[in-house]
């Protein structure tokens, strides 16, 4: 079955410092999505990036940017010059077709970002 | 994006009553729609899954009597927590599927706070 790991529970940076949220997944298909959600204290989950599996290039958006490497079956996140805005719970998530069965979109358990000014 | 609101955001009721929460997609018709359950400080949990015009599929340890789940058409979908009481307490939120727009992506409403008193 299908897993992901956020190692990371809480992390606490600084405001303007760089922080890597990790994201390590299990799989058994080839063909498979990559998801990271950010849920801030209001609790709708902002959907932040897809990226399928066939498709390991790297992505930079603004200050987001992420690592796929399935040599490692890692999906890592990363904030640059991060900002108080940012803090908030990052889920990272896996989906396997068919998406439409409930149970093959898997979440990690999330790692809670607290930037402090 | 695709859209998918919740309503109620916020929601306290008595214990012993019954509550429902809505789950419309505004722009798209959403043949399966997804029901999660977040207790504080935990990942999302998935409830149940419902395809329009026929029962839904529970998960396990997810009681189909307390939670009724009706998915009468293809824009909407309505979760009862039935004979409310303070455990219940929690954020639900649903998603929504679609076979028409492509990505094998789910789209997330923005939850609904749910205290029993």
Redesign the interface.
């Known amino acids: 079955a299908q897993k992901v790991t956020q190692a990371q529970t809480e992390i606490s940076v600084v405001e303007k410092e760089d922080v890597t949220l990790d994201c390590v997944y299990e799989t058994r298909d080839t063909t498979y999505?990559l998801?990271w959600?950010k849920q801030p204290p209001s609790?709708?989950?902002v959907?932040l990036i897809?990226r399928?599996s066939f498709d390991e290039q790297n992505e930079i958006s603004g200050r987001y940017s992420w690592n796929f490497q399935k040599s490692t079956s890692s999906f890592n996140f990363t904030i640059t010059a991060s900002q108080v805005v940012d803090s908030a719970v990052y889920?990272c998530a896996l989906?396997e077709?068919p998406?439409?069965?409930?149970?093959n979109?898997v979440?990690?358990?999330?790692t809670?970002l607290s930037v402090l000014p | 994006g695709a859209v998918v609101s919740q309503h109620p955001s916020r929601v306290i009721c008595k214990s012993g009553t019954s509550v429902k929460i809505e789950c419309r997609s505004l722009d798209f018709q959403a043949t399966t729609m997804f029901w999660y359950r977040q207790f504080p400080k935990q990942s999302l949990m998935l409830m149940a899954t419902s395809n329009e015009g026929s029962k839904a599929t529970y998960e396990q340890g997810v009681e189909k009597d307390k939670f009724l789940i009706n998915h009468a058409s293809l824009t909407l979908s309505t979760l009862t927590v039935t004979s409310a009481h303070p455990e219940d307490s929690s954020f639900y939120i649903c998603s929504a599927y679609s076979s028409v727009i492509s990505g094998n992506t789910i789209y997330f409403g923005e939850g609904s706070w749910l205290t029993v008193v």
């Not at chain 1, 979440?107 to 999330?110: E, W």
């Open positions: 999505y998801f959600y609790g709708e989950l959907f897809r399928n889920f989906s077709p998406v439409n069965y409930g149970q979109f979440f990690g358990p999330g809670r």
